[in-house]
């Protein structure tokens, strides 16, 4: 089956510590995206990155970071430095160019 | 001003109504808007995609584009249980074009027995 994972579904981390959420696609798509979704916001882009060994800054992405070494795979670290991390976050990919993005199940990240 | 502003309800009709949802957007190049739907604690799930002014039709679903007037809307016809969900509205081209999708704050759409 073709389709975006993410992993894991939930995560606790404390205050303080890195921690690095896994997305996953086998659907040959170039494009992929992160994205946080906090209650009663919309959802907010992270980064994205549109070709492997490449990405771009979003609209919040102070206090992430991620890599694209492989088409398949777009991991988002969350770092020490973010002051809100809480939040559930989602990854998703496109072919490219402006059109539809599909969205992985997501994560929802708790620091306490 | 939000760059793509939505009702964020709750919208409530009775099931086997017409539910309509509204979307206004900002950018006048904007290129292509979408429908997610997002039920309570799962992801979004694309439900239609419109690229050009006018009507189009999927099953229950119909969306339609005013660029002149920069609306996007949905149409549920036929409202069942199963379609109460937060629906959000995307739209491309923002903030310096690309692939990057601007996200509405949802509608949340409750079809009530």
């Known amino acids: 089956d073709g389709g975006i994972t993410q992993s894991p579904k939930y995560l606790f981390r404390k205050e303080g510590q890195n921690v690095t959420l896994s997305c996953e696609q086998n659907?040959?798509?170039?494009?992929m995206y992160w994205y946080r979704q906090d209650p009663g916001q919309g959802l907010r882009l992270i980064y994205y990155s549109q070709i492997v060994n490449d990405f771009q800054k979003g609209d919040i992405a102070e206090g992430y970071s991620v890599s694209r070494e492989k088409k398949e795979s777009f991991p988002l670290t969350v770092t020490s430095a973010q002051k809100n991390p809480t939040a559930f976050y989602l990854c998703?990919?496109?072919?490219?160019?402006?059109?539809?993005?599909?969205f992985g199940p997501g994560t929802r990240l708790t620091v306490t | 001003q939000k760059e793509v502003e939505q009702n964020s309800g709750p919208l409530s009709v009775p099931e086997g109504a017409i539910a309509s949802l509204n979307c206004t957007y900002s950018d006048r190049g904007s290129q292509s808007f979408f429908w997610y739907r997002q039920y309570s604690g799962k992801s979004p799930e694309l439900i239609m995609s419109?690229?050009?002014?006018g009507d189009k039709e999927d099953g229950r679903f119909t969306a339609q584009l005013n660029k002149a007037s920069q609306y996007v809307s949905l149409l549920i016809r036929d409202s069942q249980p199963s379609d109460s969900a937060t629906y959000l509205c995307a739209v491309n081209g923002l903030t310096g074009g690309g692939n990057k999708l601007t996200f509405g704050t949802g509608t949340q759409l409750k079809v009530e027995l």
């Open positions: 998703a990919s496109s072919e490219g160019g402006p059109g539809e993005q599909y």
């Open positions: 419109i690229y050009s002014n």
């Open positions: 659907l040959n798509h170039d494009a």
